[in-house]
């Protein structure tokens, strides 16, 4: 057997699938070993071990999947596009039914410096030469099962990394870490990674995607949308709504936050982009004030107030319960809520308006 060492995923809160199990793979890909030096936004300097149990393979693993969430887009929406039990996307250009599309992928493969072929509806078999060439030259792959997707969540799931090979077969890692040795199992959707590449995106690309997505129509057709349901909840509808909010604060607390980590930390694929040492400092100021920064109406500790309204968090899974139902009912309640997601929408739109002037400066 030839195999890649590769972190199992997800290693924390990593809800989209793709980027989880893309940012594994990556891994080895962009040279990350147990030497590499990784920078801790808390203490503001590389890590000198001060936690017993800091592992800095998956502290990489980690900001990694912070970074690639945050340059695509998909950190400032309020869904994730593959979902499609969203009313409508919160980014620009999904629809309903999206897979992964070539334009996002390569965008982001750009990005990365990686260099990748796409294969779609092909065995274990059919891909064991492609792979085993890969696989020897230290790049892995990704599968994914993307045509059936009907059971509720399963597109944070489908996304798998293949990290060797046998004679027999290709040894995958599904989500969560178990690796199988598989030799006919048919995929959708194959992702080989095939070498390091020139990056051709620019820090203001970057810049420019995150603000093209925070000033998108549909985020304020959504704060309507949610202004106007907590103005007519019923005891028919009041789970469906209760259940609809948490979704929705799931992805944006778990997204801006993962963003501002990203802008803050001084060491990453993004900071690499740009020598411009006081813009960076200008864009960590902007994104710390108004999505991480404890006790400042920011939008990570709002979307836990939002989860505390309804009597949700860790103990119940994130997800609402039967006292959330008879919450949301009341009107003072309701009033909160829509007070909450009024500072979520106003801290988007003040980091919009940050990004605009440094955009139209040049």
Same mark, same amino acid.
């Given at each position: 057997?030839?195999? +890649? ?8 809160a990593?809800?989209?699938?793709? $980027? ?6 990556a ?11 990784? &920078?801790?936004g ?46 409508? =996307?919160? $980014?620009?250009?999904?629809e309903? !039914? &999206? @897979? &992964? ?19 779609? =509806? ?10 085993? +060439?890969? %696989? ?6 990704? #599968?994914? *099962? ?27 890692? =599904? ?10 199992? %048919?995929?959708?959707?194959? %992702?080989?990674?095939? !070498?390091?590449?020139a @990056? ?9 995607? $995150?603000?093209?997505? +925070?000033?998108?129509?549909?985020? *304020?057709a959504?704060?309507?949308?949610? #202004? ?14 209760? #259940? ?19 802008? #803050? ?34 939008? =990570? ?5 939002? &989860? ?8 119940? !899974? ?9 919450? %949301? ?17 106003d ?11 440094? +955009?139209?400066? !040049?």
């Amino acid at each position: 057997m030839n195999k +890649l060492s590769i972190i199992p995923f997800p290693t924390g809160a990593e809800s989209d699938g793709f $980027i989880a199990a893309l940012s594994s793979a990556a891994m080895p890909c962009l040279g990350f070993n147990p030497d590499t030096p990784y &920078w801790c936004g808390p203490k503001g300097s590389y890590c000198i071990h001060c936690r017993n149990n800091c592992d800095t393979m998956v502290r990489h693993q980690e900001l990694l999947y912070y970074t690639f969430l945050t340059v695509c887009g998909m950190a400032f929406g309020f869904d994730y596009p593959e979902d499609d039990s969203a009313d409508f =996307h919160t $980014i620009p250009g999904i629809e309903t !039914g &999206w @897979r &992964w599309e070539e334009s996002f992928l390569s965008n982001l493969m750009d990005f990365a410096g990686l260099s990748y072929e796409r294969y779609l =509806h092909k065995s274990a078999s059919d891909m064991h030469e492609a792979i085993r +060439l890969s %696989i020897d030259n230290g790049y892995p792959a990704l #599968c994914a *099962d993307t045509e059936n997707l009907a059971e509720d969540g399963a597109w944070s799931r489908c996304w798998n990394a293949v990290c060797g090979y046998t004679r027999e077969g290709i040894c995958v890692m =599904h989500h969560g870490g178990q690796t199988f040795t598989e030799t006919d199992t %048919i995929y959708n959707d194959w %992702i080989l990674i095939t !070498g390091r590449a020139a @990056r051709r995106q620019t820090y203001r690309d970057v810049l420019e995607r $995150i603000y093209r997505v +925070l000033t998108d129509p549909s985020h *304020d057709a959504l704060e309507q949308k949610i #202004c106007e349901e907590l103005s007519n909840v019923t005891e028919e509808n009041a789970q469906e709504i209760s #259940c609809k909010i948490m979704k929705i604060n799931r992805v944006l607390i778990e997204g801006r936050a993962y963003a501002g980590e990203v802008f #803050c930390s001084c060491d990453n694929l993004l900071s690499a982009l740009t020598d411009d040492q006081a813009l960076k400092n200008r864009l960590k100021e902007l994104f710390f004030s108004r999505y991480i920064k404890n006790d400042n109406d920011e939008t =990570h500790g709002t979307g836990w107030k939002i &989860w505390h309204a309804l009597q949700a968090g860790p103990q119940t !899974g994130y997800l609402p319960v039967e006292a959330s139902f008879a919450l %949301i009912r009341q009107k003072k309640v309701q009033d909160e809520l829509r007070r909450l997601f009024r500072i979520v929408f106003d801290n988007d739109r003040a980091v919009a308006q940050g990004l605009k002037e440094i +955009l139209d400066a !040049g």
